[in-house]
């Protein structure tokens, strides 16, 4: 049984400390997460089209989270996840080589990108950001 002595002297492993997106990403590899996410963005006829592939490329940029349809159609794009913590500029153009990376490689389909910011989107950003109706 577990006290609340026990829970406060609970260490966590410093590979999965607060601050790394270690946990972010093991949770959106989920099959049931995944679903939320795509049927969200894409649409319920997402639902269970997808896999989780490794987005990682030949420059060295390596995207955060992948999900490819089974089956590749333009009504069921490729979709990038980025867990970020600051969204600034240069994010923004790495963001835009992951999407032209995806692109080439499946079948010139347009990938949706996703980006999950967990502190700050700077301000010469912010003013350019609109909220999205199907998301809210």
């Not at 997106?21 to 949770?27: A, E, N, P």
């Not at 099959?31 to 049927?39: A, D, L, S």
């Amino acid at each position: 049984m577990t006290t609340d002595y026990d829970l406060l002297n609970f260490i966590i492993d410093p590979q999965h400390k607060p601050g790394t997106d270690l946990m972010s990403k093991c949770m959106l590899k989920k099959k049931k997460v995944m679903n939320i996410v795509v049927t969200s963005i894409v649409g319920d006829h997402a639902k269970d089209q997808y896999v989780q592939q490794g987005g990682e490329w030949l420059d060295g940029k390596r995207t955060d989270i992948l999900y490819v349809p089974v089956e590749p159609s333009s009504a069921i794009p490729p979709v990038i996840v980025e867990v970020q913590n600051t969204v600034d500029n240069s994010f923004i153009r790495r963001l835009q080589q992951y999407c032209s990376h995806v692109y080439h490689q499946h079948g010139n389909i347009d990938p949706v990108a996703l980006t999950l910011c967990v502190k700050t989107v700077r301000t010469e950003l912010a003013n350019d950001f609109e909220n999205s109706e199907r998301l809210k």
